[in-house]
């Protein structure tokens, strides 16, 4: 998501993220948005040799809340 105001991120599922691209990847991220809200999501199955993660909050977000949110660990893929 990006520039978003008041946004929801809810109930989602993301099983297996990242598992073409050799670059920087999340499951789920936000970009310059503010007073956005997670919850009750889960993000698993990503691959990544790089920065992959689950949840990336980051650039300028103002006002973002997570909440009942599952992560599982991002597997390295193998080189």
């Given amino acids: 998501m990006q520039n978003a105001v008041g ?4 109930h989602n599922l993301v099983d297996g993220f ?6 920087y990847n999340a499951g789920i991220r ?3 948005s503010d007073a956005v809200r997670y919850r009750f999501n889960e993000v698993t199955g990503g691959h990544g040799t790089r920065d992959s993660m689950a949840h990336d909050l980051y650039g300028g977000n103002n006002g973002t809340s997570t909440s009942t949110t599952t992560a ?3 597997r390295a893929a193998s080189c």
């Fill in 30 to 32: 936000a970009w310059n």
């Fill in 18 to 23: 990242n598992t073409r691209s050799g670059g």
């Fill in 7 to 10: 946004a929801r991120v809810e």
């Fill in 72 to 74: 599982t660990t991002t």
